[in-house]
C-alpha cells in the first residue's frame, strides 16, 4: 500500500514568492492534514481536513496561507507570499476518520532566501 | 494551555537500554503516542498508549505512563544504531480529535 505522497521534496524560492505544496492521502483515507516542522521542534497543526471540509483551520496564517482540497482526496497548502520565517519542513499526514493513527508523508523542505 | 515537554539529547551504546521522557500538562488527553524521524524523512509512529493504561509492550519498545504525575517514557531494549533517530512524544485531547501536540523531541545518538 502505498504511503502519503508529498511533491516537492524540496522548494528554493525568494521572499515574496508564491509557492505550493501538494499532498495524496492514502487510499480511503478522510482525514488529511497539514503540519508545518519548524529546525528542531515538534510538528504543528496548521490545518485539519475532514473529506472536503476544513474542520480545524484555527493555527493558519489565513493572510498568506491557504488550503483547498476540492474532491476530497488530494490537498495543496499555498503561501503567498512567502516570507524568510516560511523556511521549514510542512508535513502532510492523513487517517481514517475518527482513527487514533496518523500516518505522515516524507515533507517538503522549504527555504526562503 | 496544552505543552508536551521532552529532554533533547540522549547518548547510550549499542545494545543499552535507552529510556526517552515526557511530560505534558493537559490531563485530558486521551491517546499518548511515540513518533521516529529519521534525517530527511517525515514521523512514523511507533506505538501508542490509552490514557487509562499504564503500560505498553510492543517487542523491544515499553511504554510506561504515570497519568497522576503527567509522565511518559519510552523505553527501547537492546538498543541498535539503526535507532538513532529523534523520537517525538504527542498528545491527542478529547473533544479535539484529530489533534496531536507534539514536543520537540528528543534526539537518540547510539555509539556502537
Not at chain 1, 504511503?3 to 514568492?17: A, L, M
Not at chain 1, 516570507?83 to 515533507?107: I, K, R
Amino acid at each position: 500500500e502505498a504511503g502519503v505522497v508529498q511533491s516537492p521534496r524540496y522548494k528554493i524560492i525568494e521572499k515574496k514568492q508564491p509557492v505550493a505544496f501538494w499532498c495524496n492521502p492514502i487510499s480511503g483515507h478522510n482525514t488529511l492534514y497539514w503540519y508545518l516542522q519548524n529546525l528542531g521542534q515538534g510538528p504543528e497543526l496548521l490545518i485539519r481536513y475532514e473529506n472536503e471540509e476544513a474542520v480545524d483551520d484555527s493555527q493558519l496564517p489565513k493572510d498568506r496561507f491557504s488550503a483547498e482540497r476540492l474532491k476530497g482526496v488530494d490537498s495543496t497548502l499555498k503561501i503567498q507570499p512567502a516570507e524568510l520565517g516560511d523556511s521549514a519542513v510542512y508535513l502532510c499526514a492523513s487517517s481514517l476518520t475518527g482513527a487514533n493513527e496518523q500516518f505522515f508523508g516524507p515533507g517538503t523542505r522549504l527555504t526562503v532566501l | 494551555g496544552e505543552d508536551v515537554e521532552q529532554s533533547l539529547f540522549l547518548s547510550v551504546r549499542e545494545g543499552d537500554s535507552s529510556v526517552i521522557n515526557c511530560t505534558y500538562t493537559d490531563s485530558s488527553s486521551t491517546y499518548l503516542y511515540w513518533y521516529k524521524q529519521e534525517p530527511g524523512a517525515g514521523l512514523q509512529l511507533l506505538t501508542y498508549i490509552f490514557s487509562n493504561m499504564d503500560m505498553k509492550q510492543d517487542q523491544r519498545l515499553t511504554v510506561l505512563l504515570n497519568k497522576k504525575d503527567k509522565h511518559l517514557s519510552l523505553r527501547i531494549a537492546d538498543t541498535q544504531t539503526g535507532d538513532s533517530a529523534i523520537y517525538f512524544c504527542a498528545e491527542s485531547l478529547s473533544g479535539n480529535t484529530g489533534k496531536l501536540i507534539f514536543g520537540q523531541g528528543t534526539t537518540l545518538q547510539v555509539k556502537p
